[in-house]
Structures are given as structure tokens and as C-alpha cells.
């Protein structure tokens, strides 16, 4: 199946920097791709959509100005935790969109793991 | 308002057994629907999907079956494997609605095989 990587795969950081994460689709090129954010125990949650090119939609309480995502190519899409805080500590997960054949599938990264101090 | 539902947190199964783990809904927009496996730490691996047009869809041990009129949908692994042992996320899609292919996530089921 297709692959999706991300970048990296844990990150500790201090209380008020800021955090990027990657996430690249290897062998396929993805118009369009989601970053989630998964709490323990919990569901995923859908953060944002992010369309090649275009501006991300942010789901309702997701702050825009403080998970900046950015999709440049079309098998690269990055989400910028800005002025991360201890509570931004979370399991965040991207997928990327593989049309093939008429079938829609999301496959997913392995996640990174924010610790935020 | 749960529009996925995965009503069994957790279930236990021997080994060599079949597994059955059940998925209602609520949404008559979703058309295309989605069995993803997860495993602690790690992003979640797509297993098997459906479409609303069919009603059973099969890939080596892993069958889904939906039935429409109820709402529901469930995935069949025969025979279980101690590897199957996992997290089996349902999800749910409005696609050929005209959404953007968002997935919409049950809860999650906790799969256990006993050697």
C-alpha cells in the first residue's frame, strides 16, 4: 500500500517555542492531507484539512494561528505548533489522500510524539 | 453527536477463532466506509474499506460486511491471529457526497487474541 512518512517521530520541546512537523507522502502525490490529533485513550480527532496549494480548513475550536499547516507539494505537508504549551502535548497524526481507481483511502503516518515541558 | 459508533470498547478472542467487531452509524450521507488497525504509538494502517454499493468485501482474512438498512457494518477476521491483537478503528466517509473524503472515527476496538 501506499506510504506516508513523518518527521520526527518525537519531539520534546520547552514551553513557548515552536514545533514543526513533516509529513510526506513517498509514492504517491497527495492533493490533499489531514493532520490529527489523537489524545490517550481517545479517537482520533480531525485538526485540519490541507489541499495542495491552497489554505487549510481548521475544524471548529482549532486554532489557525496556532497550528500553522502549510502544503507546498504535493507530497509535503507541514504543521507548525506555535508557542506550544504543556496541554499541545498530544500524539499528532497525518494522512494523505490516495485517489486510486475511484476509491478514496487516507493512509496514515506513524506520528510524532509532542512533549511539550 | 456520534455519527460512528463503536460500541464495544474491547474484546477478547482465542486464537484460530473468527473476530467480529461491529460499527453502527448514523449518517445516511456516508457512502464509503473504512477498517483501520492501530497499534499503540504508532499511526493507524489501513485494512480493508467498502462502498455503499456493495455489501461484503473480502481481502484474505479480513472481511467487512455493511448492511445499509441498519446502519451497520462489521469486520470479520477468520481465522484470529495473536498479531491481530490491536486497536480497530471504524471510520466513515461522505465522499461521493461531495465532502472533501473526511473520515469520520468511531472510538475504537480493542482487540485481544489469546494463544
Known sequence: ?117 | DQQVKQNSPSLSVQEGRISILNCDYTNSMFDYFLWYKKYPAEGPTFLISISSIKDKNEDGRFTVFLNKSAKHLSLHIVPSQPGDSAVYFCAASAHYGGSQGNLIFGKGTKLSVKP
Open chain 1, 1 to 117: 500500500g501506499a506510504v506516508v512518512s513523518q518527521h520526527p517521530s518525537w519531539v520534546i520541546c520547552k514551553s513557548g517555542t515552536s514545533v514543526k512537523i513533516e509529513c510526506r507522502s513517498l509514492d504517491f502525490q497527495a492533493t490533499t492531507m489531514f493532520w490529527y490529533r489523537q489524545f490517550p485513550k481517545q479517537s482520533l480527532m480531525l485538526m485540519a484539512t490541507s489541499n495542495e496549494g491552497s489554505k487549510a480548513t481548521y475544524e471548529q475550536g482549532v486554532e489557525k494561528d496556532k497550528f500553522l499547516i502549510n502544503h507546498a507539494s504535493l507530497t509535503l505537508s507541514t504543521l507548525t505548533v506555535t508557542s506550544a504549551h504543556p496541554e499541545d502535548s498530544s500524539f499528532y497524526i497525518c494522512s494523505a489522500r490516495d485517489m486510486v481507481a475511484g476509491l478514496d483511502t487516507q493512509y496514515f503516518g506513524p506520528g510524532t510524539r509532542l512533549t511539550v515541558l
